[in-house]
């Protein structure tokens, strides 16, 4: 999310707690970066004031080169928003972190201020004075060289030996590929050659040999003025040091290259979007992972998605784009192969603090961890003979079904088998087992598709039916209940006799499932009393049963 921009009340409050900051030192800034004197309108004691190098200079030049995209990040912020801060490294004691602080202060002193403190507790309490002999760069940024058109320096100003190192002897009379890089000789040569033929002014970045051995990225702008003999035409070359800005852009070259070589080394499928849903990045794990030959668009990753995924992901990626927002989502994948796979896509916004607006999409295959929770799942909710609901969840769903507000009346039926002992005692567990299934497949075949079988513990099941039309509803339920259990069980040891004793009860939105089901299970014992298997429905008066 954007900061918003301090106002200049606010800006005066940063100015002031850099003064009351007695190992800080302040420096004034022009508009264009420069350092300029420090105006006496900002009250900065003079001992305090960093000193003005010899040459035009910027902050850049007293820190590290490493942390020239930090400085010039910070002063885009002071720009746009009054305040920038950041942590950088002086080249005095490049060891020694400081805190470098921008304001804009234009509007009340024409300048910006930029304030330097030492964050290192062993180095603060050597005060200012630490700070105000901060080392900055004394190399120019700017020299002028003349050559001939066969490149042969003829002269340099004085600007050149101090960017350089190298003596006006030194380099007269050479040629000034003598000092390029070798890498950037073919470059250089053909720069010229094309700067003989055209006449034109021309620009090229080479690198040149200091006298001490290190190499300066140099921006060169050759003027061609010519003569009337074209062998006495002279080339005016304007060279600025641009070796801190290619130093940055080699640093994020670096960076870079470090995150595509993580994106390959992580196990989930990596896609980068641009706003416009172009693919900047993927990752060669992506394409393995939804079993494509590559993956050249969105939609080689949406194809895959099945119907019920497919448009939570597209929601998710136009609110990314959109509006800024994150999301993680699980999505079924179909390869073309025919594989299916669960995978979890987490959308991640990418905005102008990323420097690439867009959105980063990391696929993850979590099928065995989707398949094990779908097996914990069905573990604490089914029972695992007959398949029904165990008691915990058929509670739940009654519950659930009770609290609905403005709901439709909810039915439950208490069944009780009424001869599942004998047949456990003289034919065996397993066959009781199996008298238990063909009872919950029987009960399950009678009912609506929103009705749900409970089994409540031992040879009691609980048939839960939300939205019936009231009583008489609940009393057909339970005929269609004593009618698919009244037909013998043929199980592996033969026929078997069924009954069960059958409780009904009806509810009200509102009303506690235990007690519903209490009033089904009372039911349920006056239907085994009766000892004729018809189904009992519960009334406030119990003495009076009514059989269904």
């Avoid at 004691?45 to 590290?64: C, H, I, K, N, S």
């Avoid at 005060?127 to 190399?139: D, F, I, K, T």
């Avoid at 896509?345 to 979590?366: F, K, N, Q």
């Amino acid at each position: 999310m954007t900061a918003t921009p301090r106002t200049p009340a606010e800006r005066a409050d940063v100015l002031s707690s850099l003064l009351r900051l007695p190992d800080a030192v302040l420096a004034a800034i022009a508009t264009d970066g420069v350092l300029v004197p420090m105006p006496a309108s900002v009250g900065v004691p003079p001992e305090r004031v960093m000193p003005l190098p010899a040459d035009r200079a910027t902050f850049l030049e007293a820190v590290l080169p490493a942390d020239a995209m930090t400085v010039i990040t910070a002063w885009e912020r002071a720009r746009t928003h009054g305040v920038g801060l950041a942590t950088v490294h002086g080249r005095r004691e490049p060891g020694v972190p400081l805190s470098l602080t921008f304001v804009d202060l234009r509007e009340a002193h024409g300048v910006f201020v930029g304030a330097l403190e030492v964050l290192d507790a062993a180095s603060a309490d050597r005060g200012p004075a630490s700070l105000s002999g901060l080392e900055v760069s004394r190399r120019p940024r700017t020299a002028t060289v003349r050559k001939t058109s066969l490149a042969v320096i003829t002269e340099i100003d004085e600007r050149a030996t101090r960017m350089l190192g190298w003596t006006a002897a030194e380099m007269v009379g050479q040629r000034s590929s003598e000092f390029v890089h070798p890498d950037d000789q073919e470059r250089a040569i053909a720069n010229w050659l094309d700067l003989l033929s055209r006449q034109e002014s021309q620009r090229v970045r080479l690198r040149h040999r200091r006298s001490d051995g290190s190499w300066a990225w140099l921006e060169l702008e050759n003027q061609y003025v010519p003569a009337d003999d074209p062998a006495d035409a002279v080339v005016v070359t304007q060279m600025s040091d641009v070796s801190d800005e290619m130093a940055a852009h080699e640093a994020l070259r670096q960076q870079e290259r470090l995150l595509r070589r993580l994106t390959e080394a992580l196990p989930q499928g990596i896609l980068q979007l641009a706003a416009d849903r172009a693919v900047v990045h993927v990752n060669s794990r992506l394409p393995v992972l939804l079993g494509v030959p590559a993956v050249e668009g969105w939609d080689d990753l949406a194809g895959v998605v099945d119907e019920a995924g497919r448009g939570a992901l597209e929601t998710a990626l136009s609110r990314a784009l959109d509006v800024g927002e994150d999301a993680t989502l699980e999505v079924g994948i179909g390869t073309p192969a025919g594989e299916a796979r669960v995978c979890a896509v987490s959308v991640v916004a990418l905005g102008d603090r990323e420097g690439a607006p867009g959105a980063l999409v990391c696929v993850s295959d979590v099928t065995d961890s989707a398949r094990m929770r779908e097996e914990l799942t069905a573990k604490a909710t089914f029972d695992p003979l007959t398949g029904c609901h165990n008691r915990a969840s058929t509670m739940a769903v009654l519950e659930a079904a009770l609290a609905e507000p403005g709901g439709r009346p909810t039915a439950v039926v208490f069944v009780d088998l009424d001869e599942f002992k004998p047949v456990n005692d003289t034919l065996g567990h397993d066959a009781g087992d199996e008298l238990l299934v063909t009872t919950a497949h029987r009960l399950a075949s009678v009912l609506r598709r929103d009705d749900i079988v409970g089994r409540l513990g031992g040879d009691e099941f609980l048939v839960v039916s939300r939205g019936v039309d009231g009583p008489d509803a609940a009393a057909a339920l339970g005929a269609r209940i004593r009618a698919a259990l009244s037909v013998p069980a043929e199980i592996s040891a033969g026929a078997v006799r069924l009954r069960a004793s059958l409780g009904v009860a009806v509810g009200e939105p509102g009303l506690d499932g235990a007690a519903l089901t209490k009033r089904a299970d009372q039911a349920m014992y006056l239907s085994k009393q009766g000892r004729r298997g018809e189904p009992v429905l519960w009334t406030a008066d119990l003495g009076t049963p009514v059989l269904v």
